[in-house]
T-cell receptor, first 113, second 114 residues
Framework: GQQLNQSPQSMFIQEGEDVSMNCTSS?????WLWYKQEPGEGPVLLIA?????ELTSNGRLTAQFGITRKDSFLNISASIPSDVGIYFC?????????????FGKGTKLSVIP | EAQVTQNPRYLITVTGKKLTVTCSQN?????MSWYRQDPGLGLRQIYY???????DKGDVPEGYKVSRKEKRNFPLILESPSPNQTSLYFC?????????????FGPGTRLTVL
């Protein structure tokens, strides 16, 4: 199946800094989902986006559904040590009968206290 | 509490010994799926089910079986496990209708096949 291009693959940042990561695709998506996964645990849904141009926040996290419907961005403001983990994007491709999600390979975030 | 549960969380077995990993969701979701996660390869879908008695192959179905006899349960079966099936497995569920379709994951099952 298709994979989304997620970047960067990893990030090392200082506590308090802002973080930005993104996912891009050559195909159009109807839905974008952002997850966080901590070691040994399942991915936890952070933000869901359903309309092109939509901007949604969840605490210090903000995500946007790209206007072209081929990309999405996740920003974390004022990072803290507990933000450490792997962040995944997932998208539901446009097209009749398509219910399957396509996943990015993740951005591994490390926060230096 | 709305959740997806998996059992066992950890399993060490030997080549060829049949095993089943159970998955259950309490959200009345129609769509369920199984993924495996391996370093550098991300999440890869093994099988999915769009409703009771409706299952289909994902990207990496070889060596796995599933069944969906009830809406809430979606077990993953390895008839004859091999070492290359050592991985972290996740069950997931979604409402199944287009539109507002958030997917929720279970806590994972770490499988080691010796």
């Amino acid at each position: 199946g298709q994979q989304l291009n997620q970047s960067p693959q990893s990030m090392f940042i200082q506590e308090g800094e802002d973080v930005s990561m993104n996912c891009t695709s050559s195909s159009i998506f109807n839905t974008w989902l952002w997850y966080k996964q901590e070691p040994g645990e399942g991915p936890v849904l952070l933000i869901a986006l359903y309309k092109a141009g939509e901007l949604t926040s969840n605490g210090r996290l903000t995500a946007q559904f790209g206007i072209t419907r081929k990309d999405s961005f996740l920003n974390i403001s004022a990072s803290i040590p507990s933000d450490v983990g792997i962040y995944f994007c997932a998208g539901e491709p446009s097209g009749a009968g398509s219910y399957q999600l396509t996943f990015g390979k993740g951005t591994k975030l490390s926060v230096i206290p | 509490e709305a959740q997806v549960t998996q059992n066992p969380r950890y399993l060490i077995t030997v080549t060829g010994k049949k095993l089943t990993v159970t998955c259950s969701q309490n959200m009345n979701h129609e769509y369920m799926s199984w993924y495996r996660q391996d370093p550098g390869l991300g999440l890869r879908q093994i099988y999915y089910s769009m409703n009771v008695e409706v299952t289909d192959k994902g990207d990496v179905p070889e060596g796995y079986k599933v069944s969906r006899k009830e809406k809430r349960n979606f077990p993953l079966i390895l008839e004859s496990p091999s070492p290359n099936q050592t991985s972290l497995y996740f069950c997931a569920s979604r409402p199944g209708t287009r539109g507002y379709n958030e997917q929720f994951f279970g806590p994972g099952t770490r499988l080691t096949v010796l």
